[in-house]
Nanobody, 121 residues
Framework: QVQLVESGGGLVQAGGSLRLSCAASGTIFSINDMGWYRQTPGKQRELVAVITSGGNTNYADSLKGRLTISRDNAKNTVYLQMNSLKPEDTAVYYC???????????????WGQGTQVTVSS
């Protein structure tokens, strides 16, 4: 059983910063891409940032310059540092990871339960 557990969300004023964390646990052989998505009511979930197992990163164009994604492979953990937050960044942020549970298994996508980020004006 694999679990992704997020932490670090909360309420912050505009211009502030937050650091989200997501730890994968359970039976894990390897983790490929890890990333963050976000969703607001009535809208589709959108990509925020992704990082490969080798450390290559990709960000949503609208968020570049304000975010930094990183990972600690030894801890199976991905982080999202968010700076200069704006009210429009308010959303539920979801962690995502592509995980192989054993050497013969395929890459399966897993999601965290989501963490609320609220930015007040």
């Amino acid at each position: 059983q694999v679990q992704l557990v997020e932490s670090g969300g909360g309420l912050v004023q505009a211009g502030g910063s937050l650091r989200l964390s997501c730890a994968a646990s359970g039976t894990i052989f390897s983790i490929n891409d890890m990333g963050w998505y976000r969703q607001t009511p009535g809208k589709q979930r959108e990509l925020v940032a992704v990082i490969t197992s080798g450390g290559n990163t990709n960000y949503a164009d609208s968020l570049k310059g304000r975010l930094t994604i990183s990972r600690d492979n030894a801890k199976n953990t991905v982080y999202l540092q968010m700076n200069s937050l704006k009210p429009e960044d308010t959303a539920v942020y979801y962690c995502h990871a592509g995980i192989r549970v054993r050497i013969s298994a395929g890459n399966v996508p897993y999601w965290g339960q989501g963490t609320q980020v609220t930015v007040s004006s």
